[in-house]
Structure formats: C-alpha cells, structure tokens
Nanobody, 123 residues
Framework: QLAESGGRLVHPGDSLTLSCVYS??????????MGWFRQVPGEERKFVSI????????TTSAAVKGRFTTSRDNARTTLYLHMNNLKPEDTAIYYC????????????????WGQGTQVTVSP
C-alpha cells in the first residue's frame, strides 16, 4: 500500500513537501519507478513527475518544472515531492503511484496508487 501525507492549505509562493510511504519491503520498493500525479475534481488526472528506481533519473512535467522536484529514500520506502513557489493552479489532489514495468510516465503503467492528499493554494 501507498499512503500520501503532507497536503494542506498554503499561500501562493509557499513551499510544501509531500510524502508517500510504501508499506511493503525495501526490496520491493526499490524495484519500482515511482510517480506523482495530480487531479482537480472534474478533470483528468495529470502527470507531475517520475523518479527511477535508484533515484538517478527524474522527469517532471512542464507545468511544474523548475518549481517541483522529486526524491526517494529506498531505505525508508518513502517518496517525496518538494514543491516551491506554489501557485493557485497547483491546487489539486496529489497521488503517488508505483510502476514495476519501467521508467514510464504513462499512468496506465502504474499498478499501485495511494489515496491522495489535498493541496490547496489560496491567498
């Protein structure tokens, strides 16, 4: 299972870090490409970023590039999303997901999802 946390109400320009903890083994976690996606109610879920198994490759969407970055701690089976200079358009439910197929950003490749955490950016 995956469990996100850290979402809350923040102001424009603030920073926030989301966490996603995997409840399985470190061996299993280290085999997954991990990803972050976000969804606004009534809209499609969208790609935010992915990180490779060892954390040496990261791909980030154009919408957040330069502001968001992803990291992981395989020993703690934890994925992070570090968000800076948050904007109102970043308001969404943020989901983490695991992909055992490889380094793909297509969310159809992700087989395990968390329940999501709400981030609201408002003055």
């Amino acid at each position: 299972q995956l469990a996100e946390s850290g979402g809350r109400l923040v102001h424009p320009g603030d920073s926030l870090t989301l966490s996603c903890v995997y409840s399985g083994s470190t061996v299993a976690f280290s085999r997954y490409t991990m990803g972050w996606f976000r969804q606004v109610p009534g809209e499609e879920r969208k790609f935010v970023s992915i990180i490779s198994r060892e954390g040496d490759s990261i791909t980030t969407s154009a919408a957040v590039k330069g502001r968001f970055t992803t990291s992981r701690d395989n020993a703690r089976t934890t994925l992070y999303l570090h968000m800076n200079n948050l904007k109102p358009e970043d308001t969404a439910i943020y989901y983490c997901a695991a992909n055992q197929e490889g380094y793909y950003s297509d969310q159809r490749r992700f087989h395990r999802w968390g329940q999501g955490t709400q981030v609201t950016v408002s003055p």
